[in-house]
């Protein structure tokens, strides 16, 4: 059974930094093309950033590129996103998504609030 | 950006009864190896999304066969043969076609 577990969600000042990660089983995690898209409350879904599955490309959304990076650890099946200087509308729940979308997490909340 | 317009916001269906749920692309979807990568995601509420169609028509494993996806180049669909009460939720195309890869605003789909 696929699993995607996201952690590293909460409160965050403005201009603060977090480290989200997400651990996946289940399948061959090197193989595939990983996502995270996120949800602002009461919204609707944005694609945020995207690696290939040897981690030699990358891409972002406009709104975070400059500002984020996404990663992966092949040997620790875990994909990452490190986002600093965070605004109040980077408050969302943040996906981690697989495979175009095939396969999604639980999703862990990011709020920033002074 | 490509910008996914859907239509209607808001579906109000009887049970049974079929749904359609329209996705248009501000440019064309075709990618260079000939595959058109639309996809349509399903969210109940509560829930994380879910895939149900990839690459215009193909149905995801598991996703019951009254779900269909259809269209090209720039103009989609999204039908619902029959609509049951565990349909209820709010729809979203998204195109994996260009960078960045976009979402249509989403659609409510909910019981009359």
């Known amino acids: 059974e696929v699993q995607l577990v996201e952690s590293g969600g909460g409160l965050v000042q403005p201009g603060g930094s977090l480290r989200l990660s997400c651990v996946a089983s289940?399948?061959?995690?090197?193989?595939?093309?990983m996502s995270w898209v996120r949800q602002a409350p009461g919204k609707g879904l944005e694609w945020v950033a995207t690696i290939r599955h040897d981690g030699n490309e990358r891409y972002y959304v406009d709104s975070v590129k400059g500002r984020s990076a996404i990663s992966r650890d092949n040997a620790k099946n875990s994909l990452y996103l490190q986002v600093n200087s965070l605004r109040a509308e980077d408050t969302a729940v943040y996906y981690c998504?697989?495979?175009?979308?095939?396969?999604w997490g639980q999703g862990t909340l990011v709020t920033v609030s002074s | 950006d490509v910008v996914m317009t859907q239509s209607p916001l808001s579906l109000p269906v009887t049970l049974g009864q079929p749904a359609s749920i329209s996705c248009r692309s501000s440019?064309?979807?075709?990618?260079?190896?000939?595959?058109?990568?639309l996809s349509w995601f399903q969210q109940r509420p509560g829930q994380s999304p879910r895939r149900l169609i990839y690459k215009v028509s193909n149905r995801d494993s598991g996703v019951p066969d009254r779900f269909s996806g259809s269209g090209s180049g720039t103009d989609f669909t999204l039908k619902i043969s029959r609509v049951e009460a565990e349909d209820v939720g709010v729809y979203y195309c998204m195109q994996g076609t260009l960078w960045p890869h976009t979402f249509g605003g989403g659609t409510k789909v909910e019981i009359k």
């Open positions: 289940g399948f061959t995690f090197s193989g595939y093309w």
């Open positions: 440019q064309s979807l075709v990618y260079s190896d000939g595959n058109t990568y």
């Open positions: 998504a697989g495979d175009g979308g095939r396969d």
